[in-house]
């Protein structure tokens, strides 16, 4: 059914918008510069490492890679952010709609994009190109759909103080859940469930898994706490990791109060009574909060990406409200747009950017003009690692030349 033809029922109340919220050009800023990572750019950190092998090309190449388990890398923030920006987006769309056309075409339409979205996760890890069994039902477009419809149904049916004890609900809940639940005495890790099973002569880990009797719990270790063992024994088909899934059920819920943490800035960057400066002082001022908050309760409960553990949510959390303060106050309230046009570009199409990525292989396009000998000889002409760079620079320039196509041409993929 068309807009026009929905009927027009009494206004509910909503966050109120103010003028300067209307359209905020650093959201869409902030999604391209995510998706920026998302697409590559994390390449460019190991080839200026490889160039200039120092302390701080070093480090900077460390903090483009993931931890492998417990710990914080700045590879580590670019899917909560995408999770965070999704909460914060949703306020805008769903603004607009509740007022005018009521909760429950609201309602209608968040599931919708929901569905939409996930069936595209599907497709993203595969479709039905392989067998049934290598369908991967929960990855990482998955649990951005997930996250958009759980939170757009709270948004939508519930008060922000209300929301604000269901965030709390869900982190502490999840914590006590980790903590206090026992679980079988036997880590599904690849390299250790291998080695168990051929202590125990045995081929089949479910078997193992059965046959284990003992019981330990507030377990952090991977493969041996109730998010991995849960996967186990109750996700059905593909898991990333073999036996579990780091976009897992249980771990599906505490990414939910990463998407509620965007909802609640996307409020209040929609609230009349504050100026800008006061907006961003404010986000700056609650990242910081968050930050402290998430590596205190990291002493005690791990940051632990793949867990998408409580401390997890709370400082990537920070991390991306200072992201969004700086966005908005540079552009947005001081008015300098014109350097972040490229990541608008591709912010405005994330979703087209994301599958593009898949279906197209741009680094073997930029391969094509610099790759083989032309690399060699740059390496040598110029120095080792420089062939690396001029390949990840042109993967990149072609992305952002698809996402400027895309943009001049307004074809935009809206789920």
């Known amino acids: 059914m068309a807009e026009t033809e929905l009927p027009a029922p009494e206004p509910v109340a909503v966050p109120a918008r103010s003028p300067q919220a209307s359209r905020l050009l650093s959201l869409d800023a902030l999604r391209g510069f995510d998706m920026f990572w ?96 290598e369908i991967r039902l929960l990855g990482v477009l998955q649990r951005i759909a997930l996250c958009y419809g759980a939170t757009g149904f709270l948004f939508i049916f519930f008060k922000p103080r209300t929301l604000v ?81 780091p976009e897992g059920v249980l771990s599906t819920l505490p990414a939910v109060a990463s998407c509620l943490l965007g909802m609640f800035a996307g409020i209040f960057l929609c609230d009349p009574r504050r100026t800008p400066q006061q907006k961003a ?42 992201l969004l303060a700086a966005f908005f106050w540079i552009i947005d309230v001081k008015g300098r747009q014109r350097w972040c046009q490229p990541f608008v570009w591709v912010g405005l199409n994330p979703i087209t950017i ?7 292989d741009f680094g073997q396009l930029a391969s094509r003009l610099a790759g083989g000998n032309m690399n060699a000889l740059l390496d040598h002409w110029v120095t080792k690692g420089f062939g690396a760079l001029v390949l990840s620079v042109l993967a990149l320039g072609f992305t952002f030349g698809l996402a400027r196509f895309l943009h001049v041409r307004k074809i935009y993929l809206r789920l």
């Open 354 to 360: 994301y599958l593009a990525g898949e279906l197209i």
């Open 38 to 133: 998302i697409m590559g750019a994390d390449s460019l950190g190991g080839a200026i490492a490889a160039m200039a092998s120092g302390r701080v090309t070093r480090g900077i190449a460390n903090q483009l890679e993931h931890v492998e388990w417990e710990g914080f890398h700045f590879e580590d923030l670019i899917f909560p952010l995408f999770v965070f920006m999704a909460g914060v987006s949703l306020v805008f769309s769903l603004g607009k709609i509740i007022p005018r056309y009521g909760k429950d075409a609201a309602f209608v339409r968040l599931m919708k994009r929901t569905l939409l979205l996930y069936l595209v996760g599907i497709f993203y890890y595969g479709g039905f190109s392989t067998s049934f069994q």
């Open 165 to 245: 004890a269901v965030t709390a609900g869900i982190l502490i809940g999840y914590w006590a859940l980790l903590t206090f639940v026992p679980v079988r005495d036997i880590s599904l890790e690849k390299q250790a469930i291998q080695l168990s099973l051929q202590k125990a002569g045995e081929t089949d880990p479910h078997k193992l898994f059965n046959a284990t009797t003992t019981h330990v719990r507030g377990g952090y270790e991977e493969g041996k706490n109730v998010v991995n063992h849960f996967d186990f024994r109750f996700l059905p088909l593909r898991k990333w990791d073999g036996n579990y899934d």
């Open 281 to 322: 002082i404010g986000l700056a001022v609650a990242g910081l909060a968050l930050l402290a908050a998430g590596f205190g309760w990291g002493m005690f409960f791990p940051i632990i990406k793949k867990l998408w553990t409580s401390s997890f949510v709370l400082v990537a959390g920070g991390y991306s409200s200072l």
